[in-house]
């Protein structure tokens, strides 16, 4: 097949490849129903629609997919007025949800070079700690982060006032529709730009996308340095399809990140945000942080942590934070629920270590000072990823939980089990102590003190109160005591700090 690419991404349009019902691999039966029931709607009202994008890709591979995303050539409006249950978003390009219980179908309009007037539906903003649209990959998805005042816009290489770039050929604005044969060219990965059609279950191909499936190769659809100056945020994304995937970067793709990885700066934090949650909170963390360090994204996208791997590399918190993402993984596989807060405590373990390291060995363990470190090591983490408080609050809690829980005291021990951020303190305390980071019998007593009743509980407590005042029972010693331990100046054991947080 012959592509077509065009710098301007408008190719005269093409005809797609066919690929019929016996020649995919692709069945109804692994597609949401409530997916189906939209698309037949959709085509029943008199409109193409299309399973587009990662579902299609991971139905292909044999995987479940997260979502699914529906192309139709239905303007929102006229997708809303086919649907009650539909809900208009987006300020650069409206995208239509349809709401199904706690399930959203996410329908996009073909994208084009031309476009008609948008019209006066609601904008309802996205929030600012999603990570849903895990493979939203359609371009102009993106400028959707991008308030128009973020950048100066760069109009004098571009004819169309409704595809809007700045001077490093970002994109700001493509509010535009079209058809299927120039929506293709919007989108990014020539793997995410295949088109599932409800009418006859074909697959439609314009890029060769069935057969980098296949190879398990990652291409970017295009003259890939165009494409990553149009968002840089490609870069990311790339890594992060390369870690979920496992394919390949196409040698042509991969060649230019290590010039353009620097344009990651100039993206909106709140973006950078959202894209860290999909790099580490989506089932594949400990492979996104391996990617990130070979290409020198990480460097871009949390400086501090990448300094600290970086002269730290055969560290005891480099093998934490690296069995914490394993640990995520295993969560998110399990449909267990993670957090950015305990994510971004892992992350910025190594850095909050070193402004603690700074301070006079008898201040490491004060609250105060713990605190202090961690709403820096946020502040500087901040400059490029925009951490709502809400979770620089959370991992305040959680560090500053470390000393107390590593200093059990008497019946005052059993009002830690109350505190909200109790669960999350005591399996950074576990994770800690299997790298050697906290004393492992410490964090034993906590995981005993959890299983029994309650008068276990105050048993265990009274007897930790007795040790501490120089006393031991006959029953001292057993199995769910915490012992002990040897303390310096201030009533705690003198450690360095990235030992005991």
Known sequence: MNEVVAPDLAPPAPLARIIPRDQHSISRASVSPNALKVLYRLRDAGFEAFLVGGCVRDLMLGLTPKDFDIATSALPEEVRRVFRNCRLVGRRFRL???????????????????????????????????????????????????????????????????????????????????SIDEDVWRRDFSANALYYNIADFSVWDYVGGFEDIAARRLRLIGDPATRYREDPVRMLRAARFQAKLGFTLDPATAAPIAEL???????????????????????????????????????????????????????????MLRQGLINTDARVAAGRPVTPTFLFSLLLYGPFAEIIERQPAERWHD???????????????????????????????????????????????????????????????????????????????????????????????????????????????????????????????????????
């Open 96 to 178: 239509a949800h349809v709401f199904f219980g706690r399930e959203i179908i996410e329908v996009a309009t073909f994208r084009a070079t031309a476009a008609p007037e948008p019209g006066d539906e609601p904008i309802d903003e996205s929030s600012e700690d999603s990570i849903d649209g895990d493979d939203t990959d359609v371009e102009s998805d993106a400028s959707q982060a991008l308030p128009d005042d973020e950048v100066e816009p760069d109009r004098s290489n571009s004819s169309n006032p409704d595809r809007v770039t700045d001077h490093s050929g970002r994109l700001l604005r493509d509010n535009v529709y079209g």
């Open 261 to 319: 990885r620097a344009l990651l700066a100039g993206v909106p934090p709140a973006r950078l945000f959202d894209e860290t949650l999909k790099l580490f909170l989506t089932g594949h963390g400990a492979q996104s942080l391996d990617v990130l360090r070979d290409w020198g994204l990480l460097g871009e996208l949390l400086p501090t942590v990448d300094r600290y791997l970086s002269s730290n590399s055969d560290s005891r918190v480099l093998q």
């Open 367 to 501: 609250i105060g000072t713990i605190v202090d470190a961690v709403d820096r090591a946020a502040r500087d983490a901040q400059n490029r990823i925009a951490i709502p408080k809400r979770f620089t609050l959370g991992m305040r809690e959680m560090f500053a939980a470390q000393p107390r829980l590593e200093q059990p005291r008497g019946r005052r021990a059993l009002r830690m089990l109350e505190q909200p951020r109790f669960r999350a303190a005591y399996d950074l305390l576990l994770l800690r102590s299997e790298f050697g980071l906290a004393a492992a019998d410490v964090a034993h007593w906590w995981t005993v003190l959890q299983e029994v009743s309650q008068a276990d509980r105050e048993h265990m407590a009274d007897a930790l109160a007795a040790a501490h005042a120089g006393g031991r029972g006959a029953d001292d010693g057993g199995a769910g005591r915490a012992p002990r331990a040897r303390r310096s100046r201030g009533g705690r054991r003198r450690r360095r700090p990235s030992q005991s947080a």
